[in-house]
């Protein structure tokens, strides 16, 4: 008996949106953080946890982006041609009455 695969388009959106964290938080590591944490040195306890927050975001982050790219390989996006598409009017019928916000002006 062979299954039909279940496309699920949500998982690629989410795996995009966790790479794109993933690479903001890289860049801001590699550009912003040093200044950061050179402003809690006046505080050896601040400083220490800021190192160790830094550095177990940076190991995290490797396996989690590497996760995101599998899920992205893994659930391609896919065009349906028989879906159902229901347009929206763009515009709203006008009445008569006036909305509770608006005041009419005689």
């Not at 794109?20 to 040195?41: D, K, N, P, Q, V």
């Not at 830094?54 to 790219?69: D, K, M, R």
Request: charged share 15%.
């Amino acid at each position: 008996m062979a299954r039909e695969r279940v496309h699920y388009p949500l998982k690629f959106r989410r795996a995009r949106t966790v790479l794109y964290a993933m690479i903001a938080f890289w860049l801001w590591t590699w550009l912003g953080s040093a200044a950061f944490i050179a402003g809690l040195f006046y505080s050896p306890l601040y400083a220490i946890t800021a190192m160790y927050a830094l550095f177990t975001g940076v190991l995290l982050s490797i396996p989690v982006a590497a996760l995101a790219v599998i899920q992205m390989i893994l659930n391609p996006p896919q065009r349906f041609d028989d879906d159902v598409v229901i347009r929206l009017g763009a515009q709203r019928q006008q009445t008569g009455r006036a909305r509770p916000h608006e005041r009419r002006v005689s």
